[in-house]
């Protein structure tokens, strides 16, 4: 007889109960806190909006550990490539759409990179399995320009009339709050650019797999 062993095709997979998805999992359960922190009194409340960025600060930081844990100790999991990006984008576009209800961010801004963010997000899950489509060094710039941008802008400074008694009205820190807007368009570009070279990957490696 010439019996296989049973296990012999099996496919070994990592469970889904480890640090890096803890992680991933602990960014999204944060979420509502982050919002309720950064959305109180308006976005006036000085205290409330240094808690709302340090939950960002620490889910930004997070989110690199459980990327690196993950690939360093082969701990990828099917769960963590779904959860991650959502996580991320979860963090990242209440953010946006907090920062524009209490007037830090043009809404127009936040629709556009919103949208590019979720249809890249939808779509490379909608391909994983088929096709891959690695993280960049431009998509690593952009995500870095975005957090910065996002975190800075998260802080109660103050601007016109907004948020003047966080730190006073010292013109620096006028100066400060629009040098992240600066930072914040250069993430847009970055966003909208990567975003294109995405699409194109997608694009070149399905003709090549009709091919």
């Known amino acids: 007889m010439n019996e296989q062993p049973q296990n012999a095709d099996a496919v070994v997979k990592t469970s889904n109960w480890n640090i890096p998805n803890a992680l991933t999992t602990l960014r999204i359960i944060a979420v509502p806190f982050f919002a309720w922190a950064l959305l109180a009194d308006g976005g006036d409340n000085p205290t409330l909006r240094w808690v709302s960025f340090v939950i960002f600060a620490l889910a930004m930081i997070t989110d690199k550990i459980d990327g690196d844990l993950a690939r360093k100790h082969n701990l990828v999991t099917d769960f963590g490539k779904i959860a991650d990006p959502i996580a991320d984008k979860a963090v990242t576009g209440m953010a946006f759409i907090g920062l524009s209800i209490v007037g830090d ?3 127009w801004v936040t629709v556009i990179v919103l949208l590019r963010e979720w249809s890249v997000t939808l779509l490379r899950l909608s391909v994983l399995k088929r096709i891959v489509i690695a993280a960049d060094q431009l998509g690593k710039i952009k995500t870095t320009v975005q957090a910065v941008a996002l975190g800075g802008l998260l802080l ?11 730190f006073g009205d010292a013109l620096v820190w006028e100066l400060l709050f629009y040098a992240f807007q600066i930072c914040l368009a250069v993430a847009v570009a970055l966003t909208m650019w990567s975003g294109f070279q995405f699409f194109q990957g997608v694009w070149k490696q399905r003709a090549s797999l009709r091919s």
């Open 105 to 107: 961010i043009w809404w």
């Open 156 to 166: 109660p400074l103050p601007h016109g009339s907004a948020h003047g008694g966080a």
